[in-house]
């Protein structure tokens, strides 16, 4: 066991020392109140490991789990703040415009999502996402990146965890100010 642990510290510090793996993601918390209904606390934690291939392309992950959506308001806002998430996104990353600053990228990818019961409902939602999102990097330093996504341009898809049951599915663009995300990468 010792070996196969020293084997892989070996593996990792060669790797970090050719500057070809970055880790970072998303955190997000928030306390939401309905009406006169209690305060719930939301948030996400979505780590992020990468691997750049070259110059231009990268691939990577996201694995995370969350409660609702941090700082959302909707319709349905008690529902969306009750649920319980799983999520997982691969993702190919291609670098278009590079800097010493700031690089403009695209990530396309898949991801899956599943939902726990929510409050008071009858079943499990699972959700597939195919598609590609825009985004930008500033490099802080050589070591530290700031990166932000906007919006989302594919194909998604819902379906409760329960007989009879039929998904719900939208093709389209969404590039709202709202669909923004951003993160710290380190580099190693």
Known sequence: MKKILMTLAVAFV???????VYVGGNVGIASSKNGDADAVTTYKVLPEIGYNLDQNWAIGTTV??????????????????????????????????RSKY???????????AHFNHAHGAAASVNAWS?????GI?????????????VGFAGWKSAKADMDGAKSSNVWGVDLDGNNVTFGVYYNF
């Open 64 to 97: 995370g789990f969350g409660k609702g959506t941090p700082v959302n308001i909707e319709k349905k806002l008690e529902d969306s703040m009750l649920q319980n998430y799983f999520t997982v996104e691969p993702y190919v990353r291609y670098t278009f415009v």
């Open 137 to 149: 990097s500033v490099n802080l330093s050589p070591k530290v990146s700031f990166i932000a996504h």
């Open 14 to 20: 060669a790797v970090a020392a050719n500057a070809q």
């Open 130 to 134: 195919v598609g590609v999102k825009p």
């Open 102 to 112: 700031i690089n403009a990228f695209v990530d396309g990818g898949f991801g899956y």
